[in-house]
């Protein structure tokens, strides 16, 4: 990594503990991408009036050679991020997930998401963080989870929200690993 990692905590106590298993997390993100420019991680509390425990927020910015990684996991509906560990696990395999396709884009394996097939979101079980999507070109509902989503928040999905994806072959039938929401300018008249 060309800079130092910079780790941030916010309404929280800073903890030894919790910076090695982050520089520990870091480090294996440098195996998908060696030349990480920089990372920075901010570990928070949101403030909130709800009668839950402290639920924290992980937000990553990885600096890599043309682009930019970013990952918030929002915790409201999660209440395993009550643990900081969980909270972070669950941040950095976000941050994996979209350097494994930085990676891919590189190759030239893909070019963007736009090659992924595309559909809509169908089902939402929203307090189970997971939903399905029927793809455009036909076949069966495709399961994804509120972790797969790289670009925006679980909770800004609504049924019939277009999205592309990548399909890959699950424990009970298919699945999404990522899920990208579609802009207005990115829906194909007709398509989803």
């Known amino acids: ?20 298993k982050v520089r520990e997390r870091i480090e294996r993100l440098e195996r998908y991408v060696p030349e990480i420019i920089s990372c920075r991680v901010v570990i928070a509390v949101p403030h909130r009036k709800k009668r839950t425990g402290r639920l924290y927020n992980v937000t990553l910015d990885v600096s890599v050679p043309g682009d930019q990684i970013l990952v918030n996991r929002n915790p409201e509906r999660d209440q395993s991020h009550e643990d900081v560990y969980v909270a972070i696990r669950d941040a950095f395999k976000a941050a ?15 070019k963007s998401h736009e090659g992924h097939p595309r559909g809509i979101v169908d089902r939402l079980f929203e307090d189970d963080g997971y939903g399905f999507i029927t793809p455009r070109e036909g076949g069966g509902h495709v399961y994804f989870h509120e972790n797969a989503i790289v670009d925006a928040d679980f909770e800004e999905l609504e ?3 277009p999205v592309s ?7 009970k039938g298919p699945q999404a690993s990522t ?7 990115e829906v194909v008249p007709g398509g989803g």
């Open 96 to 110: 994996e997930r979209q350097l494994k396709e930085y990676n891919e884009r590189r190759r030239g394996q893909i």
């Open 179 to 185: 899920v990208h929401v579609l802009s207005d300018r």
């Open 165 to 171: 994806f990548h399909e890959e072959e699950g424990e």
């Open 159 to 161: 049924e019939g929200t």
């Open 1 to 20: 990594m060309q800079q130092s990692p910079e780790i941030i905590f916010r309404d929280i106590e800073s903890s030894d503990a919790v910076i090695n």
